[in-house]
């Protein structure tokens, strides 16, 4: 039996790229200094999301709201169907300021996680400071984004804003966009190992 | 002179408001609670076009919603909103089903006060006279028009921590409950508005059944 060598290097190489013991290890890179906003944030300053969490086989569903008040300034409101407020934050420069939140949102994982998650989607104006190829994808490198973890944004052949990825040696946190008569990509906000997917799609922008 | 005119302006309001917001005496509101009774008690069955608008503060434009509502006596309710997404929910024999466009889930009414609650709500938004709880609520009737205002005001703890107070308005001629609005302790609030009310028309029962 002839032994599929070059599949098995692929695989190796898939894996070794996606796990990445430094995650960008063997792209060819290029120092930059330059700033980047997401096209979907440039002309934003409102908008209604359907919203829906899978999280350890359970399903929550609702409508997020969001509101640029400033520049990294961004205020939202998470609501069930019927109306009812759930949890309503601030973003301020990646730092998130809690208005109110119902007794079972109100703990400091969920929070956390919130904070981060949104971090990586409204966030304007970021430093880039390297660049790198990789087969057709181009990696945007923003340093130190959250603590000492990068945030990459990762662009197609055809220079579209593919993937959004929190990592310092691991992804922690991984966003897919997928694109769509909007403006607004949707977005499917994954979390490692964590079986935790957020996923957002616009209903309503101004 | 200036204090006389402003005396004036305010007493015209005040006539103004009046011709909008007549208070009610007790026989009238004792009128009123049987004509909001009488009109739910030979209720059999409710089919309704809602419009749901979220009001948040600090947001320019308000979240709507649509959908339509369905009651069959005693207790069969399915709640469905068309707009902007499909969902709907279901509350049939001490369970509720969920299908959030396309996500299913059924969980037993026993298993929490919550759900409890949230099946008596929606069949109080039918039958009017269940949501008037003076128990929980401090309540002052009005004529607005040809319609009548309620206003409910939370006397219970938990209630006043989400609720500031509950405007239910019911059409004057029908008596059904024609717009409830929810007022938070912020002041953002959701107002439900029932249009094209049928009372009493066949609603199959495949309406209810959870799929």
């Known amino acids: ?206 | 002179m200036k204090n006389l005119i402003s005396k004036y302006t305010f007493v015209f309001f005040l006539i103004l408001s009046g011709l909008n917001f007549a208070q009610m005496n007790s026989t009238e509101i004792k009128k009123l609670k049987e004509n909001i009774n009488s009109a739910t008690a030979n209720l059999t069955s409710l089919q309704s076009d809602f419009t749901q608008t979220k009001h948040l503060d600090f947001m320019e434009n308000d979240v709507k919603s649509s959908g339509k509502l369905y009651f069959k006596s005693k207790s069969k309710i399915r709640w469905e909103y068309t707009s902007p997404f499909h969902y709907y929910v279901i509350f049939n024999n001490e369970k509720m089903f969920v299908n959030d466009n396309g996500k299913k889930k059924e969980t037993e009414l026993s298993s929490s006060k919550l759900l409890k609650d949230l099946s008596k709500i929606m069949l109080g938004t039918v039958n009017g006279s269940g949501v008037l709880d003076e128990t929980k609520f401090k309540i002052s009737y009005s004529k607005t028009g040809n319609d009548y205002l309620a206003k409910m005001v939370p006397t219970d703890k938990t209630y006043k921590k989400y609720i500031k107070q509950i405007d239910l308005t019911f059409d004057g001629k029908s008596f059904l409950l024609k717009k409830i609005k929810t007022t938070e302790p912020t002041l953002d609030y959701t107002l439900i508005e029932f249009t094209n009310q049928k009372k009493n028309s066949a609603v199959d029962d495949a309406k209810f059944l959870f799929k």
């Open chain 1, 1 to 206: 039996m002839k032994f599929p060598v070059f599949q098995i290097l692929t695989l190796f190489f898939i894996i070794l790229v996606s796990s990445c013991s430094t995650y960008t290890k063997n792209f060819v890179s290029e120092q930059v200094n330059e700033r980047f906003t997401p096209h979907y944030l440039e002309d934003f300053s409102e908008g209604s999301f359907k919203i829906s969490i899978e999280a350890f086989d359970n399903h929550f569903g609702g409508i997020l709201v969001a509101k640029k008040l400033e520049t990294n300034h961004f205020r939202f409101a998470f609501i069930n169907e019927f109306g009812g407020k759930l949890l309503d934050f601030e973003l301020i420069d990646k730092e998130l300021k809690l208005n109110y939140a119902i007794e079972q949102l109100d703990r400091k994982i969920i929070l956390n996680m919130l904070e981060k998650d949104f971090a990586l989607l409204f966030s304007e104006d970021n430093k880039i400071d390297e660049k790198f190829s990789f087969e057709n994808s181009i990696l945007w490198k923003s340093p130190s984004f959250i603590g000492t973890k990068n945030l990459y944004y990762e662009f197609d052949s055809d220079d579209n804003l593919d993937k959004i990825i929190l990592a310092k040696n691991k992804e922690k946190v991984s966003i897919k966009l997928k694109t769509n008569e909007n403006n607004f990509p949707e977005f499917e906000i994954s979390h490692g190992k964590l079986p935790i997917k957020i996923y957002l799609h616009l209903l309503n922008s101004n």
